[in-house]
């Protein structure tokens, strides 16, 4: 009994190669597609709904990695007046605290296109706010952007994938090579 046994861990063992190819080639190959997916953040057609009232705004945060590059489009579905502001971190944190502050780049309109400059690495947000004799009312705005830069937590991940992936791959064809070697080594 003890000898079959041992032959099911043998067999076992002899497949641990190709197991260890196989998770380490769909680790990496899914740490590539989220590298890849860092390049292309923002949002498409999405539909966002400012709440009735003076000091309500609604803000969606964009990470980078170096400078970037931000382009958009915004369209009020009722046709009433949004504003639009690109800020940095600090100038946010003002915005937000008491309302008002400079950004990177603001736009008004029923309607319209935008596009700025991020500078260098960090948090910037895009913030549609209430338009002049709109305030009183909830806005619901069409929003589509894109960011051309690098988004730091799909960085994170993918090197959280890539490398263990890597590594086992390493490992799986370090183990089938010392296999072969010892099947054909003479005895």
Do not use: C
């Not at 641990?16 to 390049?39: D, E, K, T």
């Not at 915005?95 to 700025?116: D, H, K, P």
């Not at 400059?117 to 706010?129: E, F, K, M, Q």
């Amino acid at each position: 009994m003890e000898g079959r046994g041992s032959l099911r861990a043998i067999a076992s063992l002899s497949k641990a190669p190709r197991v260890l190819l196989l998770v380490g080639g769909v680790l990496f190959l899914s740490g590539q597609a989220l590298l890849a997916a860092s390049f292309l953040q923002g949002t498409q057609g999405t539909v966002a709904t400012i709440p009735p009232g003076p000091a309500w705004f609604y803000v969606y945060p964009i990470k980078v990695i170096g400078s970037s590059r931000m382009s958009g489009q915004f369209a009020a579905l009722a046709g009433d007046v949004v504003n639009v502001y690109v800020f940095g971190e600090k100038q946010y944190e003002l915005y937000a605290f008491i309302g008002w502050g400079y950004g990177l780049f603001s736009v008004n309109g029923s309607s319209g296109s935008f596009a700025t400059d991020l500078p260098t690495s960090g948090t910037y947000y895009l913030v549609l706010a209430h338009g002049h004799g709109s305030e009183n009312s909830a806005q619901d705005v069409r929003v589509s952007y894109r960011v051309a830069g690098i988004e730091p937590e799909f960085i994170t991940v993918a090197s959280a994938l890539i490398a263990p992936g890597i590594s086992l791959i390493a490992i799986g064809l370090w183990m089938r090579e010392r296999r072969h070697k010892r099947v054909t080594s003479p005895a």
